[in-house]
């Protein structure tokens, strides 16, 4: 059936940069997009942006343009998300999460990556 | 990009009913019919519950309810059970292809 692997927990140094996966299996890759959802501990989930996977197309939330970059690597069905400029604030759980095509709800989820800042 | 309002925390006892507000603008949950809710228990993955103000997903209870007046969504759960116990946030599809999330309500059941 249709999943999201994400990549392993991470621990990075304020000012640093992660990068994480999210790669899908059991459906077509492209016709979906993938949105990131950030959860920091005991808070609240906070939408970051999406991307469109087969031609590349990026929004995001205000809240983070010009520190994410979201990426694709559609012949490994793999979507990335890069934040950078890390401070503890950034400390959260990362999650991507698969929208049914053409609408805004989100029916398949990854089961999180922890991103740890501390220095 | 604000958050949409929620309460912090409601509660109610089993077999009651209750109802969780997700208040936006026009340019969110005022002017689309995509509110969406989500129900997370602590330590796991978000579960879509509610799509599209008042569409159920198949599998999710019919006791759990949607519906949007203006710019106020709601979320309504009759007939509490203990397993209702979790935090539930709404999310609405905002102007120029972004979304935006609530900051969630903590339900507890007495």
């Known amino acids: 059936q249709a999943q999201l692997v994400q990549s392993g927990p991470d621990v990075k140094k304020p000012g640093a940069s992660v990068k994480v996966s999210c790669e899908a299996s059991g459906y077509s890759f492209t016709d979906y997009s993938i949105h990131w959802v950030r959860q920091a501990p005991g808070h609240g989930l906070e939408w970051m942006g999406w991307i469109n996977l087969s031609n590349g197309y990026t929004r995001f939330s205000q809240n983070f343009q010009g520190r994410v970059t979201l990426t694709r690597d559609t012949s490994a069905s793999t979507a990335y998300m890069e934040l950078n400029n890390l401070g503890s604030a950034d400390t959260a759980v990362y999650y991507c999460?698969?929208?049914?095509?053409?609408?805004?709800?989100?029916?398949?989820w990854g089961r999180g990556t922890l991103v740890t800042v501390s220095s | 990009q604000s958050a949409l309002t929620q309460p912090a925390s409601v509660s109610g006892s089993p077999g009651q009913s209750i109802t969780i507000s997700c208040t936006g603008t026009s340019s969110d949950v005022g002017g689309y019919n995509l509110v969406s809710w989500y129900q997370q228990h602590p330590g796991k993955v978000p579960k879509l519950i509610i799509y599209e103000v008042t569409k159920r997903p198949s599998g999710v209870s019919n006791r759990f309810s949607g519906s949007k007046s203006a710019n106020t969504a709601s979320l309504t759960i009759s007939g509490l059970q203990a397993e209702d116990e979790a935090d539930y946030y709404c999310s609405s599809y905002v102007d120029s292809s972004t979304l935006v999330f609530g900051g969630g309500t903590k339900l507890t059941v007495l």
């Open positions: 999460a698969r929208p049914v095509p053409g609408d805004w709800y989100f029916d398949l």
